[in-house]
């Protein structure tokens, strides 16, 4: 059974950086999508970056157009993991922040597994 689990949530400043981590196990992921959501209070959970297998141990990544290239993901096949970074951070990034696999793009609805979330929360 896959299993994901988010780490590395906090509360920060804004203008500060974060770094979330998230690790599979329960199957076999080299060619899986890997990648991460958010959900805001009272808000539909949201797209933010996501990666893609490209062939042999590249992927590639996309990203939420309101991102402004803040943020980066990057994966580790050997490590079955995904991050995200999290740079020049704003109140309006806080939010819930899910790490999902399976899925196709940005389509939330497509993604089969999720993590539990881990809380972001970002301070004027």
């Known amino acids: 059974q896959v299993k994901l689990v988010e780490s590395g949530g906090g509360l920060v400043q804004a203008g500060g950086s974060l770094r979330l981590s998230c690790a599979a196990s329960?199957?076999?992921?080299?060619?899986?999508?890997l990648g991460w959501f958010r959900q805001a209070p009272g808000e539909e959970r949201e797209f933010v970056a996501t990666?893609?297998?490209?062939?042999?141990?590249?992927?590639?990544?996309s990203y939420a157009d309101s991102l402004e290239g803040r943020f980066t993901i990057s994966r580790d096949s050997a490590e079955n993991s995904v991050d995200l970074q999290m740079n020049s951070l704003k109140p309006e990034d806080t939010a819930i922040y899910y790490c999902?696999?399976?899925?196709?793009?940005?389509?939330?609805?497509?993604?089969?597994?999720w993590g539990q979330g881990t809380q972001v929360t970002v301070s004027a």
């Open positions: 990666t893609r297998w490209a062939g042999g141990y590249t992927y590639a990544a």
């Open positions: 329960g199957g076999t992921f080299k060619t899986w999508p």
């Open positions: 999902a696999g399976g899925g196709l793009g940005s389509s939330v609805d497509t993604y089969t597994d």
